[in-house]
T-cell receptor, first 106, second 115 residues
Framework: GEDVEQSLFLSVREGDSSVINCTYT??????LYWYKQEPGAGLQLLTY?????DMKQDQRLTVLLNKKDKHLSLRIADTQTGDSAIYFC??????FGTGTSLTVIP | DTGVSQNPRHKITKRGQNVTFRCDPI?????LYWYRQTLGQGPEFLTY????????KSRLLSDRFSAERPKGSFSTLEIQRTEQGDSAMYLC?????????????FGQGTRLTVV
C-alpha cells in the first residue's frame, strides 16, 4: 500500500492564496488527484495530474508535482469562503491522504 | 440518473448483527469502488469492481466483509458479525474505465453505527 500524508489544518484570509501539501511514499501512482469534501456532502474531484507532468493549472487551481521528493501541492488562488472544506490528495483511486481542513477567514 | 446513490444513508445496528449496504452507480459507469472513512481520516480503499469482476481487495477487507456486483450494475457490501470498530462512513464511487479524466463520482455514503 501507499502512505499519503497531509497537514491537518490550514487557515487563510479571504483573497489570499492557499497551498495544501501532500507527500506520498509509493511512486507507482499513474495519476494523482485532489478532492474536496464539504460537510454533509460527498467527495468532489477538483483536479488531477498525470505522473509525468510537473504542473497543471486549472482556473484558480495550480497543481505542482515533485516526483523526486514525492511531493504534491494544490494552490488555490484568491481563496474564497466557499473554499472552506477538507481537501484530500489521492494516488490513482486507491490511496487517499488524511485530509487538510481549510478554513477561510472573511 | 443524477449520481451515485447509496442506501441506507444511516444504519444503527447491534454488535454481532449483519448489515448490508447498497450502491447504485451512474448507469454507464463500469467501475465501482468501496471505501471506508472514519472521523478525521481520508477514505480507505476496500475493493473495486470492473463490471461484475472484483479486481482488487484491500487487506482491510477482512473475512467478515464481502462485496458483490452480480450483474455489473448495483453493488452490495455486507458486514457479518459487526464490531464496534466497524462504525464508519462507507463510501461508494463509480467511474468509467480508462485514464485520469475518468472522474470517480462519489455517493454521499452510508453511516454505520455499531452499538
Amino acid at each position: 500500500g501507499e502512505d499519503v500524508e497531509q497537514s491537518l489544518f490550514l487557515s487563510v484570509r479571504e483573497g489570499d492564496s492557499s497551498v495544501i501539501n501532500c507527500t506520498y511514499t509509493d511512486s507507482s501512482s499513474t495519476y494523482l488527484y485532489w478532492y474536496k469534501q464539504e460537510p454533509g456532502a460527498g467527495l468532489q474531484l477538483l483536479t488531477y495530474i498525470f505522473s509525468n507532468m510537473d504542473m497543471k493549472q486549472d482556473q484558480r487551481l495550480t497543481v505542482l508535482l515533485n516526483k523526486k521528493d514525492k511531493h504534491l501541492s494544490l494552490r488555490i488562488a484568491d481563496t474564497q469562503t466557499g473554499d472552506s472544506a477538507i481537501y484530500f490528495c489521492a494516488g490513482n483511486q486507491f490511496y487517499f491522504g488524511t485530509g487538510t481542513s481549510l478554513t477561510v477567514i472573511p | 440518473d443524477t449520481g451515485v446513490s447509496q442506501n441506507p444513508r444511516h444504519k444503527i445496528t447491534k454488535r454481532g448483527q449483519n448489515v448490508t449496504f447498497r450502491c447504485d452507480p451512474i448507469s454507464e459507469h463500469n467501475r465501482l469502488y468501496w471505501y471506508r472513512q472514519t472521523l478525521g481520516q481520508g477514505p480507505e480503499f476496500l475493493t473495486y469492481f470492473q463490471n461484475e469482476a472484483q479486481l482488487e481487495k484491500s487487506r482491510l477487507l477482512s473475512d467478515r466483509f464481502s462485496a458483490e456486483r452480480p450483474k455489473g450494475s448495483f453493488s452490495t457490501l455486507e458486514i457479518q458479525r459487526t464490531e464496534q470498530g466497524d462504525s464508519a462512513m462507507y463510501l461508494c464511487a463509480s467511474s468509467t474505465a480508462g485514464g485520469a479524466d475518468t472522474e470517480a463520482f462519489f455517493g454521499q455514503g452510508t453511516r454505520l453505527t455499531v452499538v
